[in-house]
């Protein structure tokens, strides 16, 4: 898999940052749960222990590259790209497992914003 700038690059073969291509051969992508910053980001692990995150626009963009990559990498298990999401209403799309978003919604504002805390700063905050 290669890296381009552009589509322009890409047809006279101008990798980006002269990466060169990483192999996908037996290579793990997967919806990154664990990742909460953004969202429809997936990850793919290569077998040389190098991790990529990526962003797609919306479910079905991120479910369509995990289906391309898995059937690149000749994967022998077989990875059901959506079995992590949550079904989208038509207007807007939901990432969050339903137990993740009801543990939030049951927590008392104190308890979140400490938790908020926790998430986006590297040092505590003084009192």
């Not at 990466?19 to 997936?42: N, R, T």
Request: proline share 6%.
């Amino acid at each position: 898999m290669g890296f381009y700038k552009d589509q322009k690059s890409a047809a006279q073969g101008i990798p980006y940052h002269s990466e060169i291509p990483v192999s996908l051969k037996e290579a793990l992508c997967e919806v990154a749960l664990d990742y909460k910053k953004k969202k429809h980001v997936f990850k793919l692990k290569l077998t040389d222990g190098n991790e990529y995150l990526f962003q797609a626009k919306d479910d079905e963009e991120m479910n369509s590259w995990i289906s391309a990559i898995v059937a690149a990498a000749g994967s022998r298990v077989e990875v059901t790209p959506s079995s992590h999401s949550t079904p989208a209403p038509a207007a807007r799309a939901q990432t969050l497992p339903a137990t993740v978003a009801a543990s939030t919604a049951e927590s008392s504002p104190g308890k979140r914003e400490k938790d908020k805390e926790k998430r986006f700063s590297l040092f505590s905050k003084k009192k």
